[in-house]
């Protein structure tokens, strides 16, 4: 039983709780994307020397990937799990639990050994810390998104729900700001310790998010759902068995838009360091500009959702990739860095952050609340195993196997952007729904 305090009692503390609830989604986003942003920079750019030596460059970077894709295999497992017991006990001891496990995983990363002191045990450790980390993240961010999804005024829904996608990009721009500046050490530096820091500094923001966390109430619905005796058993069960539809429509909707985080964040990082042979300090300089023009973008879109609606944002975000998919490439052959960027803020800046907005209130007003941390899970995290992980090797591979040409990889872009298209027009009579939410 509950001992908090109904905040319907108290305006004022329902007023200050809001607003530290919304830190608290900002907070817990950042600490994952910063977690999960240093591993797949580690992986596209020191990894594969460290922990898969012995091989060809592009083998080894290859390798790596994979390693960073490992990390999407554990989200559905951790995922399952911790929103399991959210739509049983609470929302807010299970986001304490992940922040936990994320932050105790990466802090391990840090401290691993290499391939040079243990041998084969250095690169599964490296996996096993990885799988720990994705496993935790598995009910992180959709966590931090149904907190906010079932706190405060239903109108300003679209916002509310954006705030997480800020601390998404903030995190991004955190460890990527923090590694580009690792990145100037020497190459013996970076490879010997440098390389450990960033992994270690996370252990600052992981103190900040649950001093945060552990301060805040349990959402208003699930108190409502606790105090009208609406906690189900199995929730999963019970998502799969009422909402099978909607959450088919959550796959068309999280895949493709996974596979652009992907491509653009990690694959294309990878692309401008391994094939164009640019400096990666410039690569995390692209990703630092873009990811930082995110955060303002983020709230943006998530406010014009609100008004203009939240299929023609996301349909706008579509039409983005399909055009980043036809001009990336071309543009990045000019090797005129000032294109260079501008290309990577179309694919970032607006592309994915116009989409991230939108995309977490539609899939959390897609769903009941008895179930709905459960049902976004299984939307989001077995499509992030199956498509975001692996997405960057295998974007890699093609090009291999294409003898280094990028048509294969605008074709994933476009194709990704017309099944995301495609869903939400096909889907519009259930998603009509959520406009009215």
């Avoid at 989200?75 to 609470?90: E, K």
């Avoid at 008004?307 to 090797?335: D, E, S």
């Amino acid at each position: 039983m509950s001992t908090e305090t109904p905040l319907h009692a108290d305006p004022a503390a329902r007023a200050r709780n809001l607003r530290r609830t919304a830190w608290a989604g900002v907070i817990g986003s950042v600490i994952e994307y910063y977690d999960f942003t240093l591993f797949g920079l580690a992986a596209a750019l020191v990894f594969g020397p460290l922990f898969f030596p012995g091989s060809d460059p592009s083998t080894q970077v290859i390798n790596s990937l994979l390693t960073f894709a490992i990390g999407y295999f554990g989200r559905p497992i951790g995922g399952i799990l911790f929103s399991h017991f959210g739509d049983r006990i609470g929302r807010k001891p299970m986001l304490v639990l992940t922040l936990m496990l994320m932050g105790v995983s990466t802090l391990a990363i840090g401290l691993l050994p290499t391939y040079a002191v243990v041998g084969l045990w250095a690169p599964v450790l490296l996996a096993v810390c990885r799988v720990l980390q994705g496993m935790g993240a598995g009910a992180e961010y959709v966590g931090s998104l149904v907190m906010m999804a079932e706190s405060g005024d239903r109108r300003r829904l679209g916002v509310r729900v954006a705030l997480p996608g800020m601390g998404v990009f903030g995190g991004i721009v955190i460890a990527t700001g923090v590694f580009a500046l690792i990145a100037l050490l020497p190459e013996d530096a970076l490879h010997s310790w440098g390389w450990r820091v960033p992994f270690l500094l996370s252990i600052v923001t992981v103190a900040i998010g649950l001093w945060v966390r552990t301060g805040i109430h349990e959402t208003e619905e699930f108190t409502a759902l606790r105090e009208q005796g609406r906690v189900v058993r199995f929730p999963l069960g019970q998502a799969i068995r009422h909402q099978w539809r909607e959450i088919l429509i959550g796959f068309g909707i999280n895949g493709p838009y996974l596979a652009f985080s992907s491509l653009t964040q990690v694959y294309l990082l990878s692309y401008l360091t391994g094939s164009m042979g640019l400096p990666a300090s410039f690569g995390l300089a692209a990703n630092l500009v873009s990811s930082t023009l995110a955060i303002a973008v983020v709230p943006l879109a998530g406010w014009l959702g609100d008004r203009l609606g939240r299929r023609q944002i996301w349909l706008f975000g579509c039409g983005v990739f399909i055009v980043f998919g036809a001009i990336a490439f071309p543009l990045f052959a000019t090797g005129n860095e000032f294109v260079i960027i501008a290309t990577m803020v179309l694919g970032i800046s607006v592309g994915l952050a116009t989409m991230y907005s939108t995309q977490g209130a539609i899939l959390t007003a897609l769903f009941d609340p008895a179930h709905r941390l459960s049902a976004v899970v299984i939307v989001r995290e077995p499509t992030a195993a199956l498509i975001a992980g692996p997405v960057p090797a295998f974007a890699a591979w093609l090009v291999l196997s294409a003898g280094g040409a990028t048509w294969p990889v605008t074709v994933l872009f476009v194709g990704a952007a017309l099944i995301a298209g495609i869903t939400v027009i096909l889907g519009w009579k259930r998603l009509a729904r959520v406009e009215s939410r």
